[in-house]
């Protein structure tokens, strides 16, 4: 069993968690499993991309072209990282927008529209979540990493079931902020039935 | 017990602990402040010390004194902050230990945060000591042992030296039995005191040692050869992993040797692995010193066959590997089919917007950079920057970092500016962190020579960039104790600043004016801003654009550069909003105001 996992996002999104999640989960299930990120000024509103291998006897980063799922927590991050995606892979996206800095002083433009129509053109199972709407329902906008959890434990592409992830989840989180995201990935469990 | 997930750096301080740590010393720096982060947090199950030094100087010589007196003491910072104490540790090198002293510096391959790419190999080279080289957590947490084992049995400093993908790189680590040590005491003797005559005769026993390790690293289990045909490939690091995807995916059979101590060299090691094969590819990142290495023995045992590295233009000398390069680089030089994976993208994608990391919404920097900004228009001032978050003032709006090379250095490229431009006025910004670390030097030269600098000090109480690690202006330590706060502004006072003002930079009337006022005076001048970091506590309130006041004038957007604003058909503000309030101190319309939190 060899799974090869992207999240790409926002620094301050929790990629980062959502990455360790999977990969304790892995572990729990007797699979080998390695992340790799990128901690530091990335996390301050850039581009973060965390990797996930499940499986794996090799290096922690994913090559071009060869990640089974992506899970976009943001457009244009997904975008950004789609090249890592495999042929026939799925994608998972958030369609909130996060606009950068550079976009409000208009050295930059976000053209939403191109990137959507961009990203339903790869050649993968494409899935849009308005999981920022999922998130803001939950009571904190901060739980959009349980929100997509939510959909990626659903959607039947991992070697374990919801309740494994969700059982990690909540224990890697602190106690007061558990009910909250436990909502949240109920919430992104509707989205996908369970496959 | 299962397996747990684990950090590259946690790893390594896993390791310390079962290799009977007893104490360990850091100064934060991306990617290696989770060792020291991760031992203080466990401190209270084991018996060990943990402190967050000053600078990497200090903590190397607190570490050595402690090794000095049988300790096991480790010593943690980034591969810059080894420039700061390479002073001690070039002596070290020369002195020896009683105990052990594990130096481990983490390189950063990129580089994704750092100012420099520097091979701490290298260092290790010139330094005259053992270096290991992890590819994995799990090895870091290996190689962590083997190195307090080695530096103890040697009574030698080793170094340890994980790269960024390693660092923070986790895998399933598995925990083994801790073995304590318990320290002999310090035992008086000539060997501690460094006179020219005795450094005549370590330098002796270090090249002495230097053969001795290289037949114990040959012999050892850090330098596997696994024998496959005639291609051999040589790899360290991280790349060791790349590599092995790289033949994988290609269906090769390498001769394959991952060399784990790359200084002193495994030389009948490579010489065994130079007669297996008929060309070599060499594998590291950063600085050719496996490569060298091998050429040189090549030219020693004869060998004639090609070596494919850097030097010969195949790999780069500059930034990361990847499998995919490695894959595609075997595959050109040896004429395979490329067997890349199909890319998943087929059509040309729309371009992105930049994105750039910015300072966090609500950030008290951006109101400390904005209102000096204002408060200067129309100078010409510089503005000299430094290490911390408060680099990220560079971006554009704000654009207020003119140069920034190394921590401390702010103050000190300000003062040499001022000479050579005796009229223009020089904002220095340092924040509190780094004004411990090595600012205190650069206010004494300047008031002792006399360059009349505008210190800028951006206290936000806390190490903001590595992750909130306390230092002596918070009142407590790497493990929580509390202790006596040192007052920046007495410091500053002791060190002869003449004139000082203390202000929350949030207030921007009263600092702008302050920094007019600064403008003003002849001398050295310091103007302390303080706020904390919005990291540190729970948002109460947000601000609100009332869109019916608000005349879309886009000053708000224009000018701070708040990641919490967005553009409708109007300004408006999102819910990261950290309710800091300057924009709606500079609103004309006054449209922008308070509202409770949600």
């Known amino acids: 069993m060899r799974l090869d996992i992207v999240i790409a996002g926002v620094g301050g999104q929790g990629t980062v968690l959502a990455s360790r999640v999977l990969a304790q989960t892995a572990l729990d299930a007797g699979f080998p499993a390695r992340t790799s990120e990128m901690i530091g000024m990335a996390q301050r509103e850039g581009s973060v991309q965390s990797h996930v291998r499940i499986g794996t006897e090799f290096g922690p980063v994913i090559g071009s072209g060869a990640a089974d799922i992506l899970l976009g927590f943001e457009p244009a991050e997904a975008q950004r990282s789609g090249n890592l995606l495999k042929n026939g892979g799925m994608l998972l996206v958030n369609s909130h927008p996060i606009h950068p800095v550079t976009v409000a002083l208009g050295s930059s433009a976000y053209p939403l529209a191109e990137i959507r129509a961009y990203l339903d053109r790869l050649p993968a199972r494409v899935t849009w979540v308005d999981g920022f709407e999922l998130a803001l329902a939950s009571g904190n906008f901060k739980t959009l990493n349980a929100v997509m959890l939510g959909v990626l434990a659903s959607s039947g592409a991992l070697p374990f079931g919801r309740d494994a992830v969700l059982r990690v989840l909540l224990e890697m989180l602190p106690e007061r902020v558990r009910a909250v995201n436990e909502r949240a990935f109920a919430l992104g469990c509707q989205v996908v039935k369970e496959g | ?598």
């Open chain 2, 1 to 598: 017990m299962g397996k747990k997930l684990l950090m590259g750096n946690e790893a390594i301080a896993r390791g310390a602990v079962e290799a009977g740590l007893n104490l360990a010393t850091a100064y934060p720096g991306t990617p290696s402040s989770e060792i020291i982060g991760t031992l203080a947090e466990w401190s209270g199950d084991f018996d060990y010390y943990v402190e967050w030094s000053v600078n990497e100087k200090v903590a190397m010589e607190v570490a050595g004194g402690a090794a000095y007196a049988g300790g096991r003491a480790l010593v943690a910072m980034k591969q810059v902050g080894l420039n700061v104490a390479s002073d001690p540790l070039m002596s070290l090198a020369y002195i020896g230990v009683q105990g052990a002293l594990v130096v481990v510096v983490a390189d950063d391959p990129g580089p994704h945060s750092s100012q420099t790419e520097q091979d701490t190999r290298v260092f290790a080279k010139f330094a005259k000591l053992p270096v290991f080289d992890p590819s994995s957590p799990e090895e870091a947490l290996a190689m962590t042992k083997a190195a307090f084992e080695l530096s103890h049995r040697y009574q030698l400093p080793v170094l340890l030296r994980p790269t960024t993908r390693v660092c923070h790189a986790t895998s399933g680590i598995e925990f083994g039995p801790r073995i304590p040590n318990v320290p002999e005491g310090f035992v008086k003797d000539p060997k501690w005191v460094i006179f020219p005559r005795l450094s005549y005769q370590q330098h002796q026993l270090l090249e002495e040692t230097r053969l001795r390790l290289e037949r114990e690293f040959s012999d050892g289990p850090w330098n596997p050869l696994t024998p496959g045909d005639r291609i051999g490939i040589v790899a360290g690091g991280v790349s060791y992993l790349y590599a092995r995807e790289a033949v994988a995916r290609l269906g090769l059979n390498p001769t394959m040797l991952k060399v784990g101590t790359p200084h002193p060299l495994p030389t009948a090691k490579l010489e065994q692995f130079l007669s297996r094969v008929d060309r070599v590819f060499v594998l590291e990142e950063l600085d050719p010193v496996l490569e060298e290495g091998i050429i040189a023995l090549a030219g020693q045992v004869g060998f004639k066959g090609p070596i494919y590295g850097k030097r010969s233009g195949h790999f780069p000398w500059a930034g990361e590997y990847s499998a995919d390069r490695i894959q595609s680089v075997l595959a050109r030089t040896l004429e395979l089919a490329p067997a890349a994976p199909e890319p998943g993208a087929q059509d040309v994608p729309p371009e992105l917007p930049v994105r750039p990391p910015v300072l966090c919404a609500g950030c008290p920097h951006r109101a400390s950079f904005y209102a000096v900004k204002r408060g200067s228009r129309g100078s010409n001032a510089i503005y000299t920057g430094d290490i911390g978050c408060y680099t990220l003032g560079n971006a554009p709006p704000l654009s207020m970092v003119d140069t920034c090379l190394c921590m401390g250095a702010g103050l000190t490229v300000g003062q040499g500016l001022l000479r050579m431009e005796p009229g223009r006025p020089v904002f220095a910004f340092i924040g509190d962190s780094t004004f411990f670390h090595t600012g205190i030097p650069g206010i004494l030269n300047a008031v002792y020579n006399q360059h009349p600098i505008k210190l800028v000090l951006l206290d936000n109480s806390t190490t903001a960039m590595t992750g909130h690690q306390p230092h002596p202006g918070m009142g407590r330590t790497a493990c929580g104790g509390a202790v006596p706060q040192v007052d920046p502004v007495a410091v500053l006072r002791a060190c002869g600043v003449e004139w000082l003002e203390v202000l929350d930079p949030l207030d921007l009337p009263a600092t702008e004016a302050a920094v007019r006022r600064a403008l003003e005076y002849p001398g050295v001048v310091a103007l302390v801003l303080k706020s904390p970091c919005v990291a540190t506590f729970k948002a109460t309130r947000r601000y609100r654009i009332d869109s019916a006041a608000c005349s879309n004038c886009g000053r708000c957007l224009r000018e701070l550069g708040c990641p919490a604003f967005y553009r409708e058909e109007k300004p408006q503000i999102g819910p990261s909003c950290y309710g800091c309030g300057l924009c709606s101190q500079i609103c004309p319309k006054g449209a922008i105001g308070e509202v409770g939190r949600s």
